[in-house]
């Protein structure tokens, strides 16, 4: 397994841990059909079924030389979730919560288990909130977040 693999696969076992967090996908999600999509981001969530997932994709590697034998990789990543919107249940404050546990469990985890360094600039550092919205996804009236990271390793 590469090494960008098992940072994938931190990334997924981390957001898994938030409670509630629904369905975890450990890259971007496709079906032909609308039900068949649907299906794969539904969660069973206090007994009933949601429209509630999550995935974990790599956007960019940038490579750099370190020293005369190895490089570092800085990877970005992007974090997409979606969930049912429901105004009578205030869904919005829901999910932001479940934004700021993914956030937490970062955290609580920065190197993913001594996988990667946490990357940090000037005016960023951890999970970074890109963007929040409501869209239509599956049929669906859902709150979408885009959250993103960067990671680096030594090869």
């Not at 999600?29 to 981001?41: H, I, Q, T, V, W």
């Not at 590697?61 to 992007?78: I, N």
């Not at 990357?119 to 929040?132: F, K, T, Y």
């Amino acid at each position: 397994m590469t090494h960008v693999a098992l940072v994938r696969s931190a990334l997924f076992d981390l957001i898994a841990s938030v409670p509630e967090v629904g369905r975890v996908h450990a890259y971007q999600r496709f079906a032909s059909r609308e039900a068949e999509m649907k299906a794969l981001y539904v969660a069973n969530i206090g007994g009933a079924d949601q429209l509630r997932g999550w995935f974990v994709t790599r956007t960019a590697t940038r490579e750099r030389a370190f020293t005369l034998t190895t490089t570092v990789q800085r990877v970005s990543w992007t974090i997409v979730g979606y969930m049912a919107l429901a105004d009578a249940d205030q869904s919005e404050l829901s999910f932001d919560w479940l934004v700021e546990a993914i956030r937490a469990a970062w955290r609580a985890n920065p190197t993913l288990g001594g996988l990667v360094a946490p990357v940090a600039s000037d005016d960023e550092a951890g999970i970074q909130v890109d963007e929040l919205a409501t869209v239509l996804f599956c049929g669906v009236l859902c709150h979408q977040a885009r959250l993103s990271l960067k990671t680096e390793f030594e090869i």
